[in-house]
């Protein structure tokens, strides 16, 4: 094609008229102007303050991400990794002003965080976001990405949607260190999403919010994922409620089917592969077993032939109310054997860590996820996050990764136990601690001589 049909042709193609939402005729660059002035006005940039522990220390550091007004009330929606334990936030609104806000909650497992406007008496709430229906996206749909993208405040890229429903690996880690995304699919886009993007809204023609954009593909170009608003509401709701989220858990992990296609030689076979069953679990307890292939939960049929289909099998048991008795159908050689199982509180999927200054370390709390990711038998104790270089603990021997489970004849049971103990030690000035930790399986005993600054 000669080259002044090409330019005729792209600009043919930039003019066409397009039906908008309401029926009327508008060019698609009308549309993306209309549908920015909607959400322009909502869009925030949030700066967070947060505690950093890095080499058995902690410091204070700061970032920037992406949020918009979620509701009339000021609340604000972002990403956990970019607000989630922030100790003080500096969110700037889109008149360039400067506001503190406060945290509401967080869940780590959908990357959310809710926060809220801190305004001055006679500041006026300003307006906030129309939301949409991430279950009616379709691919190639045109979608924009707002946000401040490498702190470039007020910035807008544009797009299609790539995939509605990608799945990311249940391993798959937030730059904070969780887990996430287990109870949902993501929105993939060629949308420009980059650092500072994270928090902010996609956006359909309509200025609807359709997803909470989350991450870029390290290493690649035009690959970018959004949160599905769907999801975000269910999530905002609980966590505007009562600060955090209520999950069912029995213990369970799966696969699909597709990975174990040959074996079983039919793609057909109904169910869910059984990956693992925690140690303790309500499914272990009952006989469930790894390699068993579920069939049904409370009398509905579940399968997954395909890892996307994986996050509605995890969210339907995580949905069930916590203490429920659910019947529970797997097959077994051949067998077809049913249970009932009582939920449980699935519990924080995060924890608190501290430094433990006059010791020389920093040690967190164990959740089920840190228990499971290294082998432990359950989460009593605390694990050792990072040792001071040259410190106490690092002459005595202690390492990242040792669980602590007493100090002196006192048991640790968790972080707030060994933040009383470490304090009435501290209070004492003690001068040697003996601190038992487990280490691989094995008992060892590590001798500290705490260092104080006066």
Not at 42 to 58: C, F, H, K, W
Not at 283 to 305: F, K, N, W
Not at 367 to 389: C, I, M, Q, W, Y
Request: no cysteine; glycine share 10%.
């Amino acid at each position: 094609m000669p080259l002044k049909d090409k330019v005729a042709w792209v600009v043919g193609f930039t003019l066409v008229t397009l039906v908008a939402g309401d029926g009327s005729a508008q060019t698609l660059q009308q549309q993306i102007l209309d549908a920015r002035d909607k959400v322009t006005p909502a869009l925030v940039n949030v700066q967070p303050i947060t505690d950093v522990y890095s080499s058995g220390e902690r410091r204070s550091s700061t970032g920037v991400g992406s949020g918009f007004i979620f509701d009339a009330d000021g609340h604000v929606i972002t990403n956990y990794h970019v607000a989630g334990k922030a100790k003080r936030l500096i969110i700037t609104l889109s008149n360039k002003q400067r506001v503190p806000g406060v945290l509401i909650g967080e869940d780590p497992l959908t990357d959310i965080a809710v926060l809220r406007l801190e305004l001055a008496e006679g500041q006026t709430m300003p307006a906030h976001v129309l939301l949409g229906d991430s279950d009616e996206l379709s691919v190639g749909q045109y979608v924009m990405a707002l946000g401040s993208p490498l702190a470039l405040q007020r910035s807008l890229s544009f797009g299609v949607v790539s995939s509605k429903d990608r799945y990311l690996s249940d391993s798959f880690k937030l730059p904070t260190g969780e887990k996430t995304g287990s109870f949902n699919t993501w929105i993939q886009t060629d949308a420009a999403i980059n650092p500072g993007n994270s928090g902010g809204p996609l956006v359909n023609l309509k200025g609807e919010v359709v997803g909470v954009n989350a991450r870029g593909a390290f290493g690649a170009s035009s690959i970018g994922f959004a949160i599905p608003i769907n999801i975000v509401k269910e999530v905002a709701a609980q966590l505007i409620a009562t600060g955090h989220v209520e999950r069912s858990w029995l213990g369970l992990t799966f696969q699909p089917r597709e990975e174990l296609a040959q074996y079983f030689e039919a793609e057909s076979v109904p169910g869910v592969v059984i990956r693992s069953v925690d140690p303790d679990s309500p499914a272990e307890r009952v006989g469930i077993r790894a390699g068993d292939m579920l069939l049904a939960y409370r009398g509905e049929l579940m399968s997954a032939q395909f890892t996307e289909e994986l996050p509605l099998i995890y969210k339907r048991i995580a949905d069930t109310p916590i203490g429920s008795e659910v019947a529970v159908a797997v097959a077994r050689g051949g067998d077809v054997l049913e249970f009932t199982v009582t939920t449980e509180e699935r519990g924080a999927s995060s924890s608190d860590e501290m430094e433990f200054e006059s010791w020389g370390f920093t040690a967190r709390g164990i959740t089920r996820e840190l228990a499971r990711e290294f082998s432990l038998p359950d989460n009593l104790g605390v694990l050792v996050a990072g040792v001071k270089p040259n410190g106490v603990a690092f002459h005595g021997q202690l390492f990242a990764g040792d669980r602590i489970v007493a100090v002196e004849d006192e048991p640790v049971e968790d972080l707030d136990g060994l933040r009383s103990i470490y304090r009435s030690f501290d209070d004492a000035r003690t001068d040697a601690v003996l601190l038992t930790v487990m280490r691989r399986h094995s008992r060892r005993w590590i001798l500290i001589e705490p260092s104080y600054e006066n």
